[in-house]
């Protein structure tokens, strides 16, 4: 039975071949539309699933209140995983880290690596593989220092006898080889090149007693739970803890909790202190937008299959009085659809081997498609079957209806419904890729929108780079030399990147204050000409004395504060921190950070003159210079002053727009897929203008005898098309408005839809489905009417 219906499904798709390959690769754009999208979703799901003990383990965040308002930040202070360990019941293990950036010296070999400080039971939280040394004593020692494999061959190339070899980490501090582990796979949220004692982040530092108190947060800390462990008891000792350890008043709530490593990447966005969402909103929109493709696909081959069911008429009515049951014609239709479904799934294995890099590209990832594994070859073969019959089942029930005395005679009583579902189903995938168009370009303006945005400093002319080495020893000769090569307009350093603001301060009281609720205020250390630099605007008083001494107890305001301390002009009032005194000398313009979104990112700032603690240099080009010449002046200048140290360097303008990478790649991706839906619903439509062509052939032969143009006769046979597709825009237009209406509530900074973009993607479609149609239609128009009306 089998072998007949392979046999008869191959005679009649060999016998269509022009449709069948329109069926063929409809599918296969939907499928590898899919696939893609699925390989990607898979990527995401699966980060930090190398982890054996992923679901003990926990990162722990802390809330903080600050004028009513919860925020969540990632770090605590230094003593909480010890102190967790050892009071908790329930915490088996516990670990406090620290990361950041340094120089790996090998003799002539010399790296920049990003690693971290961690206490003794990271290493087996995250078990951490080693391939060479001694899991338990590797960090025991404050001098040791452990490797990822790849770091190792970095520093020394293939020699295999790495255990005990000394390095230096910034030039400056000796380190022992003790471990070699294997490399973290990329789908790790916290990563790390080298891993080196936490002890060794506080000892010897006389100004950094407040790493070992409860007075700053700083540590990335986990904690490990023992099995069968309830959570809720366990996550209510830890929001105590800190508030029980803090010797002294403070105005600011510190809670400590529970986050699940299983949660780190895809839910890490939070409000008011509770999980909103993360990268699970995107991975969910992207799974969804791969299910309408496929869709769009499947509705495609229905509608041909549909179509085609003037031809097949007879053919089902001599098999019906031959002894076809309609189970039988349903077996054998939906055998076609597999077949066709099959050889889809085959040309879009192809084409996702063939668009993985430029897709890898685009979403900034190292996808594979790996047929050799189980859960692959499964998806695929789940995705054949699925769209072979979700796009069979109709066109196999349909024409094994058809009644055997009817059809013979020339009549199908179904023809009527089967045309309203066909029809339905175009104004459907119509639809969807007018939706496509409008959220792409909505999208698109969004992203303009913000990084066009006036953010209050030059970020367009704005190179930010890493403070190492002796770059502040040597700070006046550079800022000189530089600014003498006449492509930079000024040097300042500063201890915090434009984009975070600064830092978190808290208890700043000044004269006449009356704030009953703590005021979050960030704080910040620059080099006297920053200002200048990172061109924010001095609207009172004067800037920094580049002698700092003269400037050690003056501050500058940003606006935002001013305004907090009175309507009067805030210059010579006093800001007491600490005991501390500080006068106020200087105001500028508030400048956006943080939430780049957001419409009140622009909060009150303070700024001190004291630069010894600074790890960004700004450099401002001239306007209307050439980057790659400035580029080349910063880069000389700084080898000559910094020689043991690699020249790294992004532009501000960069960084602000890397910000809402999320909303880019929805946005290309959206684009993509429009793109794609169309040339799907057009393979559809073209197929479907053709069979209507075929079906009023001898009319059109008619008309065209009787004097009617070749115009007339195209305006004939594209009307009612153009009637489906101004159906779809209809219905399009505010299913797309209430989309695009949702996704922007979530933005506080946000573009206002225009009438346009709907003006815009209605009058594409409509043209990219006229051109479609008219080419059949003219086809139709011009045939020589003598063929058509021969048979008559």
Same mark, same amino acid.
Request: glycine content about 6%.
């Given at each position: 039975m089998l072998?007949?219906?392979?046999?008869?499904?191959?005679?009649?798709?060999?016998?269509?071949?022009?449709?069948?390959?329109?069926?063929?690769?409809?599918?296969?754009?939907?499928?590898?539309?899919?696939?893609?999208?699925?390989?990607?979703?898979?990527?995401?799901?699966?980060?930090?699933?190398?982890?054996?003990?992923?679901?003990?383990?926990?990162?722990?965040?802390?809330?903080?209140?600050?004028?009513?308002?919860?925020?969540?930040?990632?770090v605590?202070?230094?003593?909480?995983?010890?102190?967790?360990?050892?009071?908790?019941?329930?915490?088996?293990?516990?670990?406090?880290?620290?990361?950041?950036?340094?120089?790996?010296?090998?003799?002539?070999?010399?790296?920049?690596?990003?690693?971290?400080?961690?206490?003794?039971?990271?290493?087996?939280?995250?078990?951490?593989e080693f391939l060479e040394g001694e899991k338990d004593?590797?960090?025991?020692?404050?001098?040791?220092?452990?490797?990822?494999?790849?770091?190792?061959?970095?520093?020394?190339?293939?020699?295999?006898?790495?255990?005990?070899?000394?390095?230096?980490?910034?030039?400056?501090?000796?380190?022992?080889?003790?471990?070699?582990?294997?490399?973290?796979?990329?789908?790790?949220?916290?990563?790390?090149?080298w891993l080196i004692p936490f002890q060794r982040f506080q000892l010897g530092q006389d100004n950094m007693a407040w790493a070992q108190q409860y007075g700053g947060n700083f540590a990335d800390t986990f904690v490990e739970l023992t099995p069968n462990t309830d959570f809720k008891t366990v996550d209510s000792k830890v929001r105590k803890m800190i508030a029980s350890k803090i010797e002294y008043d403070t105005e600011v709530p510190n809670e400590a909790f529970l986050h699940s490593i299983k949660d780190w990447h895809l839910r890490s966005e939070f409000k008011e202190g509770k999980i909103v969402g993360g990268k699970i909103t995107l991975v969910r929109s992207l799974a969804f937008i791969a299910l309408i493709i496929l869709l769009i696909a499947c509705i495609n081959f229905m509608n041909l299959s549909t179509a085609r069911s003037g031809k097949r008429a007879n053919e089902v009515g001599v098999r019906k009085v031959l002894g076809s049951s309609k189970k039988r014609l349903v077996g054998q239709f939906l055998t076609e659809s597999m077949i066709l479904s099959a050889m889809s799934a085959m040309l879009s294995v192809v084409l996702v081997v063939l668009l993985l890099p430029s897709f890898n590209t685009l979403v900034e990832k190292q996808i594979e498609?790996?047929?050799?594994?189980?859960?692959?070859?499964?998806?695929?073969?789940?995705?054949?079957?699925?769209?072979?019959?979700?796009?069979?089942?109709?066109?196999?029930?349909?024409?094994?209806?058809?009644?055997?005395?009817?059809?013979?005679?020339?009549g199908d009583k179904n023809q009527g419904s089967a045309t309203i579902i066909r029809k339905g189903l175009v104004v459907a995938q119509f639809a969807v890729s007018i939706v496509f168009i409008i959220c792409s370009t909505i999208i698109y303006q969004q992203i303009q929108h913000v990084s066009t945005r006036d953010v209050g400093y030059s970020k367009g002319t704005l190179l930010n780079l890493p403070v190492s080495g002796n770059m502040i020893e040597k700070f006046q000769p550079i800022k000189e030399e530089m600014i003498a090569s006449g492509l930079i307009q000024n040097v300042a350093l500063t201890n915090a990147n434009m984009l975070t603001g600064g830092f978190n301060g808290q208890g700043y009281r000044w004269q006449g204050d009356q704030n009953t609720e703590n005021v979050l205020i960030r704080y910040r250390f620059v080099s006297p000409n920053f200002f200048s630099t990172v061109g924010l605007n001095l609207l009172e008083g004067r800037s920094f004395n580049n002698d700092v001494t003269i400037d050690s107890t003056n501050v500058i305001i940003t606006q935002s504060f001013a305004k907090l301390m009175g309507e009067d002009s805030?210059?010579?009032?006093?800001?007491?921190?600490?005991?501390?005194?500080?006068?106020?000398?200087?105001?500028?313009?508030?400048?956006?950070?943080?939430?780049?979104?957001?419409?009140?990112?622009?909060?009150?700032?303070?700024?001190?003159?004291?630069?010894?603690?600074?790890?960004?240099?700004?450099?401002?080009?001239?306007?209307?210079?050439?980057?790659?010449?400035?580029?080349?002046?910063?880069?000389?200048?700084?080898?000559?002053?910094?020689?043991?140290?690699?020249?790294?360097?992004?532009?501000?303008?960069?960084?602000?727009?890397?910000?809402?990478?999320?909303e880019e790649l929805v946005g290309d991706l959206a684009k993509i897929f429009a793109i794609l839906a169309i040339i799907i619903s057009c393979l559809g439509l073209f197929g479907l203008a053709a069979y209507t062509a075929e079906q009023r052939k001898k009319e059109i032969g008619v008309r065209k005898v009787l004097g009617s143009s070749v115009s007339g006769i195209v305006?004939?046979?594209?009307?009612?098309?153009?009637?489906?597709?101004? #159906? $779809?825009?209809?219905? =399009? +237009?505010?299913? %797309?408005?209430?989309?695009? /209406?949702?996704?922007?509530?979530?933005? !506080?900074?946000?573009?206002?839809?225009?009438?346009?973009?709907?003006? #815009? $993607?209605?009058?594409? =479609? +409509?043209?990219? %489905?006229?051109?479609?149609? /008219?080419?059949?239609?003219?086809?139709? !128009?011009?045939?020589?009417?003598?063929?058509?009306?021969?048979?008559?």
């Open positions: 072998k007949n219906y392979l046999k008869i499904a191959w005679r009649s798709l060999w016998k269509n071949k022009g449709f069948s390959v329109l069926n063929i690769f409809g599918l296969a754009i939907g499928i590898t539309c899919a696939c893609l999208i699925l390989l990607w979703v898979e990527d995401e799901v699966n980060y930090d699933s190398v982890f054996p003990k992923q679901d003990l383990l926990y990162y722990v965040p802390t809330n903080q209140t600050f004028e009513g308002e919860v925020y969540t930040y990632n605590t202070p230094g003593p909480l995983a010890k102190d967790l360990k050892e009071e908790v019941p329930g915490i088996a293990k516990s670990a406090a880290t620290f990361g950041e950036e340094m120089l790996l010296t090998n003799g002539e070999t010399v790296i920049n690596r990003f690693g971290r400080y961690v206490q003794p039971d990271f290493l087996d939280m995250f078990n951490l004593k590797a960090l025991s020692t404050p001098d040791g220092i452990v490797l990822t494999k790849k770091t190792a061959i970095a520093l020394f190339g293939t020699d295999k006898n790495v255990l005990n070899k000394v390095l230096q980490l910034n030039s400056e501090f000796s380190f022992t080889v003790r471990g070699i582990i294997k490399d973290l796979p990329s789908t790790v949220t916290y990563k790390f090149d498609l790996r047929l050799s594994e189980p859960i692959h070859i499964l998806s695929l073969l789940g995705i054949t079957l699925i769209c072979g019959l979700l796009a069979g089942w109709y066109p196999a029930l349909y024409l094994s209806s058809f009644r055997p005395a009817h059809v013979l005679k020339g805030a210059i010579g009032k006093t800001i007491t921190e600490e005991d501390i005194n500080y006068n106020v000398i200087g105001v500028v313009n508030d400048y956006v950070y943080g939430d780049v979104y957001g419409n009140n990112n622009t909060g009150p700032v303070i700024f001190y003159s004291y630069s010894d603690n600074a790890n960004t240099m700004y450099v401002n080009l001239k306007a209307n210079v050439s980057s790659a010449d400035a580029l080349a002046v910063v880069q000389n200048v700084l080898k000559k002053y910094n020689p043991a140290f690699p020249f790294e360097y992004r532009f501000e303008n960069d960084l602000f727009n890397s910000r809402f990478r999320n305006r004939l046979l594209s009307k009612d098309f153009m009637r489906l597709v101004l #159906i $779809a825009l209809f219905i =399009a +237009i505010p299913l %797309a408005w209430w989309f695009m /209406s949702k996704w922007l509530e979530s933005f !506080a900074y946000k573009v206002t839809i225009d009438l346009w973009v709907f003006a #815009i $993607a209605g009058a594409v =479609a +409509i043209s990219i %489905a006229l051109f479609t149609v /008219s080419f059949q239609a003219i086809k139709a !128009a011009v045939a020589n009417p003598v063929k058509s009306l021969r048979t008559e």
